[in-house]
Nanobody, 125 residues
Framework: QVQLVESGGGLVQAGGSLTLSCAAS????????MGWFRQSPGKEREFAAG????????SYADSVKGRFTISRDNVNNMVYLQMNSLRPEDTAVYYC??????????????????WGQGTQVTVSS
């Protein structure tokens, strides 16, 4: 079982940057592909970025490609999402998720087994 705790959200002006962190418990963190999803009010939860179990493969939604970077540290059981050139439309609650023996391009929420509680990101114009 894996417990996930996100941090690093906040309020930022358009064009600014934020780095989200996700701390994972458990001894087999490297058995899980990891993903970042986001959800805005009235919208479905959507895939933002994913990373393979080793960290060697990453995937991004078209809306964030070139601006966001996902990474992981399998020694310290951490996943990160570096977000640059933020836009007001990036405003959402961001969730960290873990997929047991999943892939970096698992785009659907149902592919993931564990979720964090979410962290709010607000981008002002």
């Amino acid at each position: 079982q894996v417990q996930l705790v996100e941090s690093g959200g906040g309020l930022v002006q358009a064009g600014g940057s934020l780095t989200l962190s996700c701390a994972a418990s458990g001894r087999i963190f490297s058995s899980y592909a990891m993903g970042w999803f986001r959800q805005s009010p009235g919208k479905e939860r959507e895939f933002a970025a994913g990373i393979s179990r080793s960290g060697g493969s990453t995937s991004y939604a078209d809306s964030v490609k070139g601006r966001f970077t996902i990474s992981r540290d399998n020694v310290n059981n951490m996943v990160y999402l570096q977000m640059n050139s933020l836009r007001p439309e990036d405003t959402a609650v961001y969730y960290c998720a873990a997929a047991y023996y999943g892939r970096s391009n698992d785009y659907t929420p149902k592919s993931y087994d564990y979720w964090g509680q979410g962290t709010q990101v607000t981008v002002s114009s």
